[in-house]
């Protein structure tokens, strides 16, 4: 046959004629030759080779240039699902960028195809999680909306081409241990599940139009979630109607026999992944020429022994192959609108100024003792101590691409800092080790400085995915207090009578009670992408309004917490935790004050069916302009069921001059009011449900910022 000939190149055609006749052409071996993450060359049909494993949760990974933002933590921070949106579209960008000079180079690399298992939208439910700074935090309405603005963001808005294509991962219920992840079996209650876990992925894919799903490595009730035909085919394809692809995690398969137990061999497990929906299986270790033929003779033994049919395999490449063409990779360059995106746009300066911003954006102020910030620029000198003045791994988190500069705390304030102010600097101690030499040598700076800024915390060396590092702990971590190396220069430095500033990078919460009760103020970093020192050093001089919010509880202490391997919810998040948080969910301090006042409903009771109008007025009253994040929660306020203390259910990011006073609504619907059971349905007890309205969660220090009003459902 004449390759040239075959329908699957005629883009005039409707794709699933397309894809049906090429299907109808291949072989058994030629078809399951593509259904693995890198997908051979069928030469007699010219259909090239292709690699559907991609990064992008903050950027392109692991394939050269690329912007580094935030990490995803820091993005959730922000709060803004506009900027978030903006993010993801300069992400494609970049990737369609790279791919298409790699094709007209003929040098498509690995980490260069338009298939991207992102963003990771696990429930960050336990702060021990390494993992957790690749997530939108622990909250399933703040993460669903992030989550669909990135993955919109990612495959474009082209009624016939997507862009790129967003696998958000990892389906489902999976946060940990790192350790465990390959073995656990986890059982939650139908109420957690359907309330917590899955509400994400829900609105990812019914809302985010997600064309594909990563699973996960654990197992959910006693199911590989890759093997799953509760997770793969009732709910995702039967109930919200999924159309896409699945594709199994990096080795996830080789778990199935490997670690869980529950098949023979590869061909088995493989087998059982494909007949339960996963339609691409994504071998971890290195592919060699030897290790591909492996697989693939593993699932012809698995077709020729009656494990898996011909027919299922075809299924899969009809989701495969549909995925290819909407992305245009059988098509001329001249019909896919992405193909001319100019390969000068990587790292470009508008890219800089968007990480930049977004770096500012999610910087959280935790503490502003008498409103010592900003800094006024009369000071004489700054001490600036720390491990991570300086350390590039403090702004990158993991998933990362390689950008054409990293702006560290020390590299701004050598460039930004008025030559007038006398800047000194020095570690003073390790991440995770320290000299009695080095610590005197810092506290002697301090000393003979007006304030200092100490930027300590974490680095993507400690905490991350387990396959990223080499501590015992898999890159989790055994409690929430700051390396020993830091609490001891930490303590020293108070014994100092000036001013201490205190930075914390990471991506999940710090115990830092001690910095809480001594430290002038505390801002949290984050993993801040490489333009973290020009946000940090932008918000501490006031150029920036420090405006992010805490899209996790940070606890003061990990004894607060259930076992890391439980993944019920009780006494976990701001939903259902009732002790005494260090920082609460949803808490950031701004250079400004905010005024609620003048809080209206349409109507006081609510019929079912009917819809509900809350209007409200803020006002800036503070010196500066800024965004105020405006937050409501809802509370149930008796119920048959247990039920969370408060969910959040709207939110918005707004900008207000100095002075400003705006009008602010937000409509509601009965479904907003509606609660999970005990079997994990959602519905609607009639009663009083309490709203809250303000820049936080309610609190009683905060009662004259907040606005409250019941509401009865009849």
Same mark, same amino acid.
């Not at 391997?565 to 935790?577: A, K, L, P």
């Given at each position: ?290 290790? %591909?033929?492996?697989?693939? @003779?593993?699932?012809?033994? #698995?077709? &020729? /022994?009656? !494990?898996?049919? =011909? ?90 691409? %390689?950008?054409?500069?990293? @702006?560290?705390?020390?590299? #701004?304030? &050598? /460039?930004? !800092?008025?030559? =007038? ?294």
């Amino acid at each position: 046959m004449n390759p040239s000939r075959s329908k699957i190149f005629d883009y005039q055609l409707p794709i699933e004629e397309r894809v049906a006749s090429l299907i109808s052409e291949m072989t058994l071996e030629e078809k399951i030759s593509q259904v693995f993450s890198l997908s051979l060359p069928i030469e007699r049909l010219n259909i090239p080779k292709y690699d559907w494993r991609n990064e992008c949760i903050h950027g392109v990974a692991f394939a050269g240039t690329a912007t580094v933002f935030p990490q995803s933590i820091a993005l959730a921070a922000t709060w803004n699902v506009d900027l978030i949106h903006h993010v993801a579209k300069i992400i494609s960008d970049e990737a369609r960028a790279k791919h298409h000079e790699g094709l007209r180079k003929n040098q498509i690399k690995r980490y260069q195809g338009l298939t991207f298992s992102a963003p990771n939208i696990n429930i960050f439910r336990d702060p021990r999680w390494g993992r957790g700074q690749e997530t939108y935090g622990e909250d399933p309405y703040l993460t669903s909306r992030m989550a669909v603005a990135f993955i919109k963001g990612l495959q474009g808005e082209d009624s016939k081409y997507f862009k790129l294509i967003s696998a958000p991962k990892h389906f489902a219920v999976h946060s940990g241990p790192e350790s465990k992840r390959h073995v656990i079996d986890v059982h939650v209650s139908n109420k957690d599940l359907y309330e917590t876990y899955l509400p994400a992925f829900e609105a990812a894919i019914k809302e985010g139009k997600a064309y594909s799903i990563m699973g996960a490595y654990n197992r959910l009730y006693g199911e590989p979630c890759c093997a799953s035909p509760f997770l793969l085919q009732k709910i995702l394809r039967d109930k919200w109607n999924f159309k896409g692809y699945v594709i199994a995690d990096g080795g996830a398969v080789e778990d199935i026999y490997k670690n869980h137990k529950v098949a023979h061999d590869y061909a088995d497990a493989a087998a059982k992944a494909i007949e339960s929906g996963c339609d691409l299986l994504n071998p971890l270790d290195v592919m060699t020429k030897v290790r %591909i033929k492996r697989f693939h @003779i593993s699932l012809q033994n #698995a077709v &020729k /022994e009656g !494990l898996l049919n =011909e027919e299922t395999i075809d299924s899969s490449l009809k989701h495969l192959f549909e995925a290819r063409c909407r992305l245009g990779l059988f098509d001329p360059p001249e019909t896919v609108p992405f193909s001319q995106i100019d390969y000068k746009i990587l790292s470009s300066d508008e890219h800089k100024q968007l990480a930049l911003k977004a770096a500012e954006e999610s910087i959280v102020l935790l503490k502003n003792s008498n409103n010592f910030l900003p800094l006024k620029k009369d000071l004489n000198s700054i001490a600036l101590i720390g491990p991570n003045i300086d350390n590039i791994r403090a702004l990158s988190g993991d998933y990362f691409g %390689i950008p054409l500069r990293y @702006i560290t705390p020390l590299r #701004a304030f &050598k /460039e930004f !800092l008025p030559k =007038e102010i006398k800047l000194y600097y020095t570690k003073g101690c390790d991440l995770l080790s320290h000299s009695e030499e080095n610590i005197k040598k810092a506290l002697k700076m301090v000393e003979k400085s007006d304030i200092c800024i100490a930027v300590l915390g974490l680095s993507s060396i400690i905490e991350s995915e387990e396959v990223f590092v080499a501590a015992p702990d898999k890159g989790d971590r055994t409690d929430l207090n700051l390396p020993d190396s830091q609490e001891l220069l930490l303590n020293q430095l108070f014994e100092i009578e000036k001013p201490i500033i205190i930075v914390l990078t990471g991506g999940g919460p710090l115990a830092v009670n001690l910095a809480n009760e001594h430290a002038t103020a505390i801002l949290q970093l984050w993993y801040s992408g490489q333009e973290g020192g020009s946000a940090l050093y932008n918000t501490l001089f006031g150029n920036s309004n420090p405006s992010g919010r805490l899209p996790l509880t940070f606890y003061k202490s990990v004894k607060q917490l259930p076992d890391f391997e439980d993944y019920s919810m009780e006494n976990r998040t701001y939903r259902y935790f009732n002790g005494e948080t260090l920082f609460p969910f949803g808490h950031g301090l701004s250079y400004s004050v905010f005024k609620y006042s003048n809080l209206n409903y349409s109507t006081p009771q609510l019929s079912i069916g009917q819809n509900l109008k809350v209007s409200f007025t803020v006002e800036n009253l503070g010196p500066y302009p800024g965004f105020e994040v405006i937050q409501l929660y809802v509370s149930k306020k008796s119920s048959n069921f247990t039920v969370p203390i408060r969910s959040l259910k709207r939110f918005k990011k707004i900008f207000f001059k100095s002075g400003d006073k705006k009008k602010i609504g937000f409509n509601f619907n009965c479904e907003d009011f509606k609660i999970f059971d005990n079997d994990g349905n959602q519905i609607l007890e009639k009663g009083e449900f309490l709203i809250s309205i303000g820049g936080s969660q309610p609190a009683k220090d905060k009662k004259d910022q907040i606005l409250y009003q019941t509401i009865e459902i009849k």
